[in-house]
Protein backbone atom coordinates (compact mmCIF):
# COMPACT_ATOMS: atom_id res chain seq x y z
CA UNK A 1 0.00 0.00 0.00
CA UNK A 2 1.78 3.74 -1.09
CA UNK A 3 0.36 6.80 0.32
CA UNK A 4 0.59 9.18 -2.59
CA UNK A 5 -0.98 13.09 -2.68
CA UNK A 6 -3.22 11.68 0.49
CA UNK A 7 -4.42 9.03 -1.65
CA UNK A 8 -4.02 5.63 -0.67
CA UNK A 9 -3.08 3.30 -3.49
CA UNK A 10 -2.83 -0.64 -3.25
CA UNK A 11 0.08 -2.49 -5.05
CA UNK A 12 -1.58 -4.88 -7.63
CA UNK A 13 0.19 -8.91 -6.96
CA UNK A 14 2.60 -10.05 -9.36
CA UNK A 15 0.60 -11.54 -12.41
CA UNK A 16 2.00 -15.12 -12.72
CA UNK A 17 3.49 -14.24 -15.91
CA UNK A 18 5.65 -11.33 -14.36
CA UNK A 19 6.78 -13.67 -11.72
CA UNK A 20 7.99 -16.43 -14.49
CA UNK A 21 9.58 -13.62 -16.33
CA UNK A 22 11.58 -12.76 -13.16
CA UNK A 23 12.40 -16.87 -12.88
CA UNK A 24 13.94 -16.76 -16.09
CA UNK A 25 16.02 -13.62 -15.63
CA UNK A 26 17.60 -14.89 -12.58
CA UNK A 27 17.96 -18.32 -14.70
CA UNK A 28 19.97 -16.52 -17.17
CA UNK A 29 21.99 -14.22 -14.72
CA UNK A 30 22.88 -17.41 -12.92
CA UNK A 31 23.53 -19.34 -15.87
CA UNK A 32 27.20 -20.51 -16.15
CA UNK A 33 29.02 -19.25 -19.21
CA UNK A 34 29.29 -22.66 -21.30
CA UNK A 35 32.06 -21.85 -24.00
CA UNK A 36 34.31 -20.34 -21.57
CA UNK A 37 33.63 -23.34 -19.48
CA UNK A 38 34.52 -25.37 -22.57
CA UNK A 39 37.73 -23.68 -24.06
CA UNK A 40 38.67 -23.84 -20.27
CA UNK A 41 38.32 -27.71 -20.40
CA UNK A 42 39.77 -28.60 -23.16
CA UNK A 43 42.87 -26.44 -22.72
CA UNK A 44 43.18 -27.80 -19.15
CA UNK A 45 41.71 -31.43 -20.41
CA UNK A 46 45.31 -34.23 -20.13
CA UNK A 47 46.63 -35.74 -23.45
CA UNK A 48 44.12 -33.41 -25.43
CA UNK A 49 45.18 -32.94 -29.16
CA UNK A 50 43.57 -29.70 -29.08
CA UNK A 51 45.63 -28.57 -26.19
CA UNK A 52 48.74 -29.59 -27.84
CA UNK A 53 47.84 -27.68 -31.19
CA UNK A 54 46.44 -25.02 -29.19
CA UNK A 55 50.26 -24.81 -27.30
CA UNK A 56 52.21 -25.59 -30.33
CA UNK A 57 50.46 -22.66 -32.47
CA UNK A 58 51.35 -20.86 -29.24
CA UNK A 59 55.46 -21.39 -29.24
CA UNK A 60 55.29 -20.99 -33.02
CA UNK A 61 53.42 -18.24 -33.65
CA UNK A 62 55.20 -18.31 -37.56
CA UNK A 63 54.86 -21.78 -38.32
CA UNK A 64 52.67 -21.86 -41.74
CA UNK A 65 50.42 -24.94 -41.85
CA UNK A 66 51.75 -27.00 -44.48
CA UNK A 67 50.79 -30.78 -45.68
CA UNK A 68 54.94 -31.69 -45.21
CA UNK A 69 56.20 -33.36 -42.84
CA UNK A 70 57.84 -31.84 -39.73
CA UNK A 71 61.23 -33.24 -41.17
CA UNK A 72 60.36 -32.12 -44.77
CA UNK A 73 60.03 -28.30 -43.57
CA UNK A 74 63.43 -28.91 -41.68
CA UNK A 75 65.52 -30.54 -44.25
CA UNK A 76 63.96 -27.97 -46.91
CA UNK A 77 64.67 -25.00 -45.17
CA UNK A 78 68.12 -25.55 -44.01
CA UNK A 79 68.83 -26.17 -47.78
CA UNK A 80 67.30 -23.05 -49.36
CA UNK A 81 68.55 -20.75 -46.84
CA UNK A 82 71.89 -22.10 -47.33
CA UNK A 83 71.28 -21.57 -51.00
CA UNK A 84 69.73 -17.65 -50.05
CA UNK A 85 72.56 -16.60 -47.97
CA UNK A 86 75.06 -17.96 -51.33
CA UNK A 87 72.64 -15.88 -53.52
CA UNK A 88 72.88 -12.87 -51.80
CA UNK A 89 76.72 -13.74 -51.22
CA UNK A 90 76.80 -14.45 -55.43
CA UNK A 91 74.60 -10.77 -56.06
CA UNK A 92 77.02 -8.40 -53.87
CA UNK A 93 80.13 -10.25 -55.61
CA UNK A 94 78.65 -9.86 -59.23
CA UNK A 95 78.13 -6.15 -58.22
CA UNK A 96 81.46 -5.22 -56.67
CA UNK A 97 83.30 -6.72 -59.57
CA UNK A 98 80.68 -4.80 -61.80
CA UNK A 99 81.40 -1.56 -59.99
CA UNK A 100 85.10 -1.72 -60.25
CA UNK A 101 85.59 -3.41 -63.99
CA UNK A 102 88.25 -1.80 -65.68
CA UNK A 103 89.93 -1.95 -69.28
CA UNK A 104 89.27 -2.39 -73.18
CA UNK A 105 85.97 -4.04 -72.60
CA UNK A 106 85.04 -2.10 -69.77
CA UNK A 107 81.49 -1.17 -71.58
CA UNK A 108 80.48 -4.88 -72.31
CA UNK A 109 81.43 -6.71 -69.07
CA UNK A 110 79.92 -3.69 -66.71
CA UNK A 111 76.63 -3.93 -68.38
CA UNK A 112 77.14 -7.98 -68.47
CA UNK A 113 77.37 -8.27 -64.83
CA UNK A 114 74.71 -5.98 -64.21
CA UNK A 115 72.58 -8.31 -65.79
CA UNK A 116 74.00 -10.81 -64.13
CA UNK A 117 73.11 -9.41 -60.72
CA UNK A 118 69.68 -8.39 -61.35
CA UNK A 119 69.18 -11.92 -62.40
CA UNK A 120 70.45 -12.96 -58.74
CA UNK A 121 68.72 -10.63 -57.00
CA UNK A 122 65.13 -11.55 -58.22
CA UNK A 123 65.94 -15.18 -57.03
CA UNK A 124 66.00 -13.85 -53.42
CA UNK A 125 62.51 -12.94 -52.79
CA UNK A 126 60.99 -16.24 -54.33
CA UNK A 127 63.38 -18.42 -52.56
CA UNK A 128 63.10 -16.57 -49.50
CA UNK A 129 58.90 -17.27 -49.15
CA UNK A 130 59.10 -20.57 -50.24
CA UNK A 131 60.81 -21.69 -46.98
CA UNK A 132 57.74 -19.46 -45.04
CA UNK A 133 55.22 -21.34 -47.08
CA UNK A 134 56.39 -24.52 -46.10
CA UNK A 135 56.29 -23.41 -42.49
CA UNK A 136 59.87 -22.82 -41.92
CA UNK A 137 61.98 -19.38 -41.06
CA UNK A 138 63.92 -17.42 -43.48
CA UNK A 139 67.15 -15.09 -43.43
CA UNK A 140 66.88 -12.13 -40.61
CA UNK A 141 70.06 -10.12 -41.50
CA UNK A 142 73.46 -10.17 -42.84
CA UNK A 143 75.98 -11.26 -39.52
CA UNK A 144 73.22 -14.47 -40.79
CA UNK A 145 74.05 -14.51 -44.59
CA UNK A 146 78.06 -14.56 -43.44
CA UNK A 147 77.54 -17.67 -41.36
CA UNK A 148 75.89 -19.18 -43.58
CA UNK A 149 77.16 -18.63 -46.74
CA UNK A 150 79.65 -20.82 -48.76
CA UNK A 151 80.85 -18.53 -51.70
CA UNK A 152 83.87 -16.56 -50.97
CA UNK A 153 84.04 -13.54 -50.63
CA UNK A 154 86.60 -11.02 -52.74
CA UNK A 155 87.82 -7.36 -51.09
CA UNK A 156 90.70 -6.72 -52.91
CA UNK A 157 91.56 -3.22 -54.10
CA UNK A 158 92.12 -4.62 -57.94
CA UNK A 159 91.10 -7.82 -59.65
CA UNK A 160 92.16 -8.28 -63.30
CA UNK A 161 89.15 -8.13 -65.30
CA UNK A 162 89.09 -11.34 -67.17
CA UNK A 163 90.22 -12.86 -63.26
CA UNK A 164 86.71 -11.07 -62.17
CA UNK A 165 84.54 -13.12 -64.79
CA UNK A 166 87.12 -15.88 -64.16
CA UNK A 167 86.34 -16.32 -60.52
CA UNK A 168 82.25 -15.72 -61.27
CA UNK A 169 82.32 -18.61 -63.45
CA UNK A 170 83.68 -20.80 -61.38
CA UNK A 171 81.17 -19.65 -58.73
CA UNK A 172 78.34 -20.10 -60.61
CA UNK A 173 79.28 -23.37 -61.76
CA UNK A 174 79.55 -24.35 -57.95
CA UNK A 175 76.13 -22.67 -56.96
CA UNK A 176 74.81 -24.86 -59.94
CA UNK A 177 75.67 -27.83 -58.78
CA UNK A 178 74.11 -27.00 -55.22
CA UNK A 179 70.63 -25.97 -56.74
CA UNK A 180 70.90 -29.70 -58.43
CA UNK A 181 71.57 -30.69 -54.62
CA UNK A 182 68.72 -28.78 -53.36
CA UNK A 183 66.62 -29.87 -55.96
CA UNK A 184 67.47 -33.77 -54.26
CA UNK A 185 66.15 -32.83 -51.69
CA UNK A 186 62.98 -31.21 -52.46
CA UNK A 187 62.40 -34.33 -54.40
CA UNK A 188 62.75 -36.68 -51.18
CA UNK A 189 60.10 -34.66 -49.48
CA UNK A 190 57.98 -34.74 -53.02
CA UNK A 191 58.10 -30.67 -52.36
CA UNK A 192 57.09 -30.17 -56.07
CA UNK A 193 56.79 -26.66 -56.06
CA UNK A 194 60.44 -25.66 -54.69
CA UNK A 195 62.00 -28.14 -56.95
CA UNK A 196 60.21 -26.64 -60.34
CA UNK A 197 61.18 -23.17 -59.33
CA UNK A 198 65.45 -24.82 -58.49
CA UNK A 199 65.17 -25.76 -62.51
CA UNK A 200 64.17 -22.57 -63.45
CA UNK A 201 67.37 -21.20 -61.41
CA UNK A 202 69.47 -24.33 -62.53
CA UNK A 203 68.83 -22.79 -66.09
CA UNK A 204 69.82 -19.54 -65.57
CA UNK A 205 72.36 -20.04 -63.64
CA UNK A 206 74.03 -22.43 -66.81
CA UNK A 207 73.37 -19.49 -68.26
CA UNK A 208 75.72 -16.94 -66.59
CA UNK A 209 78.30 -19.41 -66.34
CA UNK A 210 78.31 -20.13 -69.73
CA UNK A 211 78.82 -16.39 -71.11
CA UNK A 212 81.56 -15.86 -68.61
CA UNK A 213 83.39 -18.83 -69.38
CA UNK A 214 83.02 -17.59 -73.34
CA UNK A 215 83.65 -14.48 -72.44
CA UNK A 216 87.28 -15.18 -70.36
CA UNK A 217 87.76 -17.45 -73.74
CA UNK A 218 91.49 -16.74 -75.22
CA UNK A 219 92.43 -16.90 -78.42
CA UNK A 220 95.23 -19.98 -78.86
Keep these: MLMIDNRIELEEPATP?????????????????????????????????????????????????????????????????????????????????????????FRDYHLL?????????????????????????????????ARIQRVEDNDADYVEPLDMLAELAGDNRTMTARLREAHNVCDEHRDVATASLI???IDETERRAWFLFEATRRVN
Design 17 to 105: RTQKKNRNTKNQLDRPNKTSTGTNETMNKPNSKKTAELLHRRDAPLETRTDLTASATKDITATMNAILADVFALYLKTKNFHWHMSGHH
Design 113 to 145: LDEHADQLFAMTDPIAERVRKIGGLTLHSISEI
Design 199 to 201: EVW
